[in-house]
């Protein structure tokens, strides 16, 4: 199993860019989220979906997009690049009815 | 609002010695606590869960346990190595994907 797996690693906008951050799992979790790390703010939630066709938001939502059209992928969306959007990424899942999460290797997003 | 609090200074001991890692959290009463460790550039991975029916847990060298008449975790780490320098991060939660991480404690471990 390759796990949870992220792509790209690394990436540079411009302001008022768009992209998608890829995020899939093989392990036939129904949970997946995506968190932002900031230092000094730690993991915070930005969406989160408990399986295909459902999502919710989570702590800071704003300028993102979700959806969830599979089990096994999860992709983060920003509509417009922000500079304030320069953050760590990490996209995670869980089993149902299980509370570990298994987290990806993160995607490093610079916004210029 | 729920929070949460791990100390935001880095801990420094002695390999060998015993690493003691607090959480503390307010304004909410978690059914099971996690803890997961975090090393730079990488994403966090898992190590322990704890109940809130459970007192203490144990796994190999680590050692964890839940007062929720407190609102508190400690996270001990005995016989020490640098191997184990890392961010911890604790999270108290409810599950389904929302889940809430403290800011995490660095611990660096000296020879």
């Known amino acids: 199993n390759a796990g949870v797996t992220q792509t790209p690693k690394f990436q540079v906008l411009k302001t008022g860019q768009s992209m998608t951050l890829q995020c899939a799992q093989d392990m036939n979790h129904e949970y997946m989220s995506w968190y932002r790390q900031d230092p000094g703010m730690g993991l915070r939630l930005i969406h989160y979906?408990?399986?295909?066709?459902?999502?919710d938001q989570g702590e800071v939502p704003n300028g993102y997009n979700v959806s969830r059209s599979t089990t096994e992928d999860f992709p983060l969306r920003l509509l417009s690049a922000a500079p304030s959007q320069t953050s760590v990424y990490f996209c995670?899942?869980?089993?149902?009815?299980?509370?570990?999460?298994?987290f990806g290797p993160g995607t490093r997003l610079l916004v210029l | 609002s729920q929070k949460i609090e791990q100390n935001s200074e880095a801990l420094n001991i002695q390999e060998g010695k015993t690493a003691t890692l607090t959480c503390n959290y307010t304004n909410y009463s978690p059914a099971y606590l996690q803890w997961y460790r975090q090393d730079p550039g990488r994403g966090p991975v898992f190590l322990l869960l704890i109940r809130e029916n459970e007192k203490e847990k144990r796994k190999e060298r680590l050692k964890v346990t839940f007062d929720t008449t407190l609102k508190q975790s400690l996270f001990h780490i005995t016989a020490s190595q640098p191997a184990d320098s890392a961010t911890y991060l604790c999270a108290p939660g409810p599950g389904a994907g929302k889940l809430i991480f403290g800011q995490g404690t660095t611990l660096q471990v000296k020879p």
């Open positions: 979906s408990v399986g295909a066709g459902i999502t």
């Open positions: 995670a899942s869980s089993p149902r009815r299980q509370e570990t999460q298994y």
